[in-house]
């Protein structure tokens, strides 16, 4: 994701350290119910935009928005925690209840019943642990969405993935400077 501002990233710290997913999803809500936040964040009819808030205790925050008919492919978040909520529209996660390891495979043969889908508005949200991979979408043919994303700890990497049928492959895997 693109940061306009480069702060300096944290260290590494224990995964005990820094918010917890249910604290950045209580940041998360709160934020997506702040509505002149949410009216602050230009919408553009062609592509994603996005705003870095300050999350808490160190934390990685974002508000985004979503033009009908996008969305974000396939990724995981590089081992972070996180967390997400809706703020305006709609938006459909689809996931996989499984905790994938975060490196060390190209290719990956998904089970049966890992596939999990939620739609999300009006503050709804949901936190993930640092195993989740996901895609989020906008599926209106006509409304704009708008989110709010926060990371714990800062977002390290973030890898890429395609999907055919049960088949999951790594594709890329990008790097915070890639994202300016």
């Given at each position: 994701m693109p940061d306009v501002h480069t702060p300096a990233r944290p260290p590494a710290l224990g995964k005990?350290?820094?918010p917890s997913a249910a604290e950045l999803l209580d940041f998360a809500?709160?934020?997506?119910?702040?509505?002149?936040?949410?009216?602050s964040l230009p919408l553009d009819p062609e592509g994603r935009t996005w705003l870095r808030l300050?999350?808490?205790?160190?934390?990685?925050?974002?508000?985004?928005?979503?033009?009908?008919?996008?969305?974000?492919?396939w990724?995981?978040?590089?081992?972070?925690r996180?967390?997400?909520?809706?703020a305006a529209g709609e938006l459909t996660?689809?996931?996989?209840a499984a905790a994938l390891p975060t490196e060390g495979w190209k290719t990956l043969e998904l089970a049966d019943d890992v596939d999990r889908e939620r739609r999300l508005r009006d503050g709804h949200g949901r936190a993930f642990g640092p195993h989740h991979v996901h895609q989020v979408l906008n599926l209106s043919a006509d409304t704009?969405?708008?989110?709010?994303?926060a990371y714990y700890p800062p977002l390290p990497l973030m890898?890429?993935?395609?999907?055919?049928?049960?088949?999951?492959?790594?594709?890329?895997?990008?790097q915070p400077e890639e994202w300016a």
């Open positions: 005990d350290s820094g809500r709160r934020a997506a119910t702040d509505r002149a936040l949410v009216a300050d999350g808490p205790g160190g934390s990685e925050a974002w508000l985004i928005g979503w033009p009908p008919g996008t969305g974000t492919g990724h995981d978040h590089g081992g972070s996180g967390a997400f909520a809706a996660e689809q996931s996989l704009h969405a708008v989110s709010v994303h890898r890429r993935y395609s999907r055919t049928g049960p088949v999951l492959r790594l594709e890329a895997v990008e």
